[in-house]
C-alpha cells in the first residue's frame, strides 16, 4: 500500500449505501451504466434529461451526479450550473462524445470534476466513480473529525479552567453555608425569647432578627445560588456537543459576557478585561461555536499576560497592570453598481502580554502548533478558531509585536456564511 493510501485509510470510514443520480438520455448506454454501478454496490436514480434530473437532485440523498452533456432541453452544462448553485460540495462526472479543450474548460468552470469520455470503458468508468465517492468519504471524514477536533478542545479548556471554576464555585458555596449555620444559631437564640414575648426586650430582639438578620442573610445567600447556576450553566453551555444551525441570531454581547465569565475564574487581581461595543446589533452564526472561539482568545490572552507580568517581577519590575480589551463594531456595506455589499462585524481581543516573535506569527493557526511550554497547549486552540470563522464566512487575523502585546481581529458578515459569499 502506498503512502497516499495509508493517509485516506486514516480518515476513511465504512460508509452507507451510495446513490448516484445518473442523467443520460440514450436508453441503451443508461441501462449499461446502472449495471456497471449497481454491480459495483451503488443504488442508482436515473434521469433522462436535466429537467427532471434538477427536481430529484433537490429531493436531495445524491452522493454523486453522472451526467450527460448533450441532452433534450437544458443541456448537461446547464444541469451543472444549476446544481452548483444550491450545492456546491458533490462531485459531478460529465460524459461526453465530444473531447475537445473548450468543452474541458467549460465544464471545469461550471464545476464538473471529472470527465469520461466516450465510448464508454467499464474500468475507466467504475475507476472515475470510486475516485469521485472515496473523494466525497474524506471530506465527510474529515468533517467529523474536525467536530471531534472541536468538542475534545472544548473539553480541554474545561479541564483548564476548572480549578478557577471549583474556587468561582466554592466561594459561593460556602457563604451560602455560613449564613445558613448563622441562622441556625439566631433560631437556637430566639426559642427561649419566644416562650417570653410578654417581655419588650424579648420582642425587639426577634423582630430585628425575623425583619432584618435573616432577610439580609437570605438574600446574600440566593445571590450566592444565582452565582453558582450562572457558572454551571455557563460550562453546560459551553460543553454542549450537539449541532445549531450557523445561521440562528446570536447577541456577541451575550456571547462573550458567557466566555468572559468562564475565563474570569483563570484571571488573578492583576489582569482586567475591558469591554468597547459600537453600533453593535444581533449577527446570524452559531452561538456555542463563536463561544468557544471568544474562551480560548481569552484564555491565550491571559496566559500571555500573565507569563509577562511574572517576567517583569523576576527583573524588578512589580507595576505592571495586565489588561485584556474586547471591542466589537458594525461596518456597514456599500451601495455598488452589482448591489449592497455585506455589513461586517468586527471583532479585536487585544492583551498587553508577551507578544508573538515574528518567525512563530505566521504559523499560530497551524494545527498542532504552539507557543507554550511543552504539557501546557493543545495546538488546536487557534486552529480551530480559525476554523469555525472560517464556516462562518469570516476571517481572522493576528498583530503582535514581541514585548508589545497581540491584537486577534475577526471579521464576521453579519448575515451570515451564506450571505457572505
Sequence with gaps: MDEASEFSNLFLEPMGQRTV?????????AEYLVKLLEGAGYKTITCPDGESAFERFEE?????????????????????????????????VVITGFGNMEIFIDTVRAGAGDFIVKPIEKEQFLKAVDRALEKKSLSESLIARTRQLLNSEKMATVGVLSTGIAHEINNPTTFIRTNLQLMNEYIKRLRPRLDKLDDRKNVDVTRNIILKEFPTMISEALKGTERIEKIVSGIKHYAYMGEEPLDDSVDLREVIAQAVNLVRSKLRRHITIKESYLNLKEIKGQFSKLEQVFVNLLINAADAVEEKIKRNRASGDGDMAGEIDVSATIFEGDETAEGRTPDYLILTFYDNGEGIERDKINRVFDPFFTTKPIGKGTGLGLYLCYEI?????????????????????????????????
Design 389 to 421: 470563522i472560517k464556516q462562518h464566512g469570516g476571517d481572522i487575523t493576528v498583530q503582535s509585536s514581541r514585548g508589545e502585546g497581540t491584537a486577534f481581529i475577526i471579521r464576521l458578515p453579519v448575515e451570515g456564511a451564506a450571505r457572505s459569499q
Design 21 to 29: 443520480l445518473l442523467v443520460d438520455d440514450d436508453r441503451i448506454v
Design 60 to 92: 436531495g440523498g445524491i452522493d454523486l451526479v453522472i451526467t450527460d452533456l448533450m441532452m433534450p432541453g437544458i443541456s448537461g452544462l446547464d444541469l451543472i450550473r444549476k446544481i452548483r448553485l444550491i450545492d456546491k460540495e458533490v462531485n459531478i
